[in-house]
């Protein structure tokens, strides 16, 4: 069980588009989930906290207008990478909150903007 | 805010030498600690967690933690290395349910055969 889905696993992008990256708990419902980017040998850096019917709270420093975040529902979070450029490719983590206060991650997407 | 502290950035050790990998932690009351793993281009499998009772928590692939409160840390040990150890481990803390987690820098483990 506990089990958290990232769609797509990979992306490759032109500089100027968007790209939309799901997070999906498949077997619980999480009210809160959370957007980590990792850049190559680096930690994880948390973005933002999506709550479930409200708005995201975003990281200091992370630009809300570009990076979109929208948590409809208690099994889906999505990230809207917007006008992509490339110092936006990175790997994209996402987690959800389940009982007992653990964190569940997702596989990661990696993107690349060309 | 909670901070973590993992003073190695990397660490070599021979296959079938012990391990221990360091963190410390910046927190006003008992945080939730967490250390995980990761493989190259893959996303965090958890090795082990505290919350709370006792301090010496074992974890999966035969590894442990221990909890010290006067030490503020929260060491990683195994007392084997495997190969397939290798990987980069990274410490975390939390405040507790639906709190954002806070990770460490992390560490890179490489096994020498």
């Known amino acids: 069980g506990a089990v958290v889905s990232q769609h797509p696993s990979w992306v490759i992008c032109k500089s100027g588009t968007s790209v939309k990256i799901e997070c999906r708990s498949l077997?619980?419902?999480?009210?809160?989930m959370f957007w980590y980017r990792q850049f190559p040998k680096q930690s994880l850096m948390l973005m933002a906290t999506?709550?479930?019917?409200?708005?995201?709270?975003?990281e200091q420093g992370v630009e809300k207008d570009k990076f979109l975040i929208n948590h409809a529902s208690l099994t889906l979070s999505t990230l809207t990478v917007t006008s992509a450029h490339p110092e936006d490719s990175s790997f994209y983590i996402c987690?959800?909150?389940?009982?007992?206060?653990?964190?569940?991650f997702g596989p990661g997407t990696r993107l690349t903007v060309t | 805010a909670q901070s973590v502290t993992q003073p190695d950035i990397h660490i070599t050790v021979s296959e079938g030498a012990s391990l221990e990998l360091r963190c410390n932690y910046s927190?006003?009351?008992?945080?939730?600690l967490f250390w995980y793993v990761q493989s190259p281009g893959q996303g965090l499998q958890l090795l082990l967690k505290?919350?709370?009772?006792?301090?010496l928590v074992q974890g999966i692939k035969g590894f442990e933690a221990e909890f010290k409160r006067s030490q503020s840390s929260f060491n990683l040990r195994k007392p084997s290395v495997h190969w397939s150890d290798a990987a980069e481990y990274f410490c975390a803390v939390s405040r507790g349910n639906n709190n954002d987690m806070r990770f460490g820098a992390g560490t890179r483990l490489t096994v020498k055969p």
């Open positions: 999506s709550n479930e019917g409200s708005k995201a709270t975003y």
């Open positions: 987690s959800a909150n389940g009982a007992g206060y653990e964190q569940y």
């Open positions: 505290y919350f709370s009772g006792d301090t």
């Open positions: 077997d619980f419902q999480a009210t809160t």
């Open positions: 927190y006003g009351a008992t945080p939730y």
